[in-house]
């Protein structure tokens, strides 16, 4: 069942009069109707299974990821970058590509600098959206409507995409990618990295479930269960040949890496002699840090 959400934004426009972007207060968004005498306030109003049409339904949707109240893939978001305009994110707000150059110009005549964070169709998600129990390092490298969980930390080189995130308490490090999710209690090392589904013709969600660990520098291409460890250096794609082994270290079967997706309870390293890529059953459970993840 979808469900439909009225939010009470406060956006900016173009000189042209076009909605560049929207903010939403959580306090301000609803499963039920709601109104405001306030005539700063754009009402606007999207369900869970319809594709957002206006920019300002499109940055409600993200601020429902963001805000915890709809998970990833859960949320109709077709065609939204169509919709989003490419713009200019700087100390002093939005512009549009066009009014930048202008405002850039009056400025410089005044001896006065803008700083520009980025030109992109997504903002930063703490410029919307802050949660009191998640850290980010990088405040740049979070994208808004990305889901971070409680007790979720986010490195200085960690990067979560929109529609795609952590669903409990996690360590990332490495990128999560859009539309990819992650369980409670899972690591993505430095440098790691989820495959995701904007390009490269991949359609397979990718997810990790709980007590997971991508080891610095591995990948990951298809979905995997709880308690799962892919080894340092490894990128485990559908395509890949794996050997099965068993609890004796006995070679059992080679399969394709996909006829594992979704399965729990699996390590996946490379053996040193021959090069090749095994899975053992997996002894050691991944435990984050406690310290690290106390983020009162």
């Not at 606007?44 to 709809?70: F, G, Q, T």
């Not at 997996?282 to 993840?293: R, T, Y």
Request: proline fraction near 2%; charge should be negative; charged fraction near 20%.
């Amino acid at each position: 069942m979808s469900n439909t959400w009225t939010g009470l934004g406060i956006g900016t426009k173009n000189s042209k009069g076009e909605w560049l972007e929207m903010f939403f207060s959580e306090e301000n968004i609803s499963s039920s109707d709601i109104h405001s005498s306030d005539k700063t306030y754009e009402k606007v109003i999207v369900n869970d299974s319809e594709a957002p049409l206006s920019v300002p339904e499109a940055y409600l949707k993200l601020h429902l990821l963001s805000y915890r109240l709809v998970k990833p893939n859960e949320i109709n978001l077709d065609g939204i970058f169509g919709i989003l305009k490419n713009i200019v994110w700087t100390s002093e707000g939005p512009f549009s590509l066009e009014d930048f150059q202008i405002k850039q110009k009056e400025t410089k005549k005044i001896n006065k600098h803008i700083l520009v964070h980025s030109v992109d169709k997504f903002p930063r998600m703490t410029d919307y959206v802050i949660l009191s129990d998640v850290r980010i390092a990088d405040a740049n490298r979070v994208r808004l409507g990305a889901y971070l969980g409680s007790g979720t930390t986010v490195m200085h080189e960690g990067f979560v995409n929109f529609n795609a995130g952590s669903l409990g308490e996690a360590m990332i490090e490495g990128r999560i990618s859009q539309g990819v999710v992650i369980g409670d209690k899972t690591d993505i090392g430095g440098g790691a990295s989820t495959m995701g589904t904007l390009s490269g013709g991949n359609e397979v969600k990718i997810s990790l479930g709980k007590n997971c660990l991508l080891g610095a520098n591995s990948g990951l291409g298809i979905p995997l269960g709880d308690r799962c460890t892919v080894e340092a250096g490894l990128y485990l794609t559908a395509a890949s040949k794996v050997e099965m082994v068993n609890y004796q270290g006995e070679i059992t079967d080679i399969l394709k890496a996909s006829d594992l997706s979704s399965q729990s309870d699996l390590l996946f390293i490379r053996n040193s002699l021959s090069g090749s890529i095994q899975c053992r059953p997996n002894k050691n459970i991944a435990k984050l840090n406690k310290e690290l993840h106390s983020n009162d």
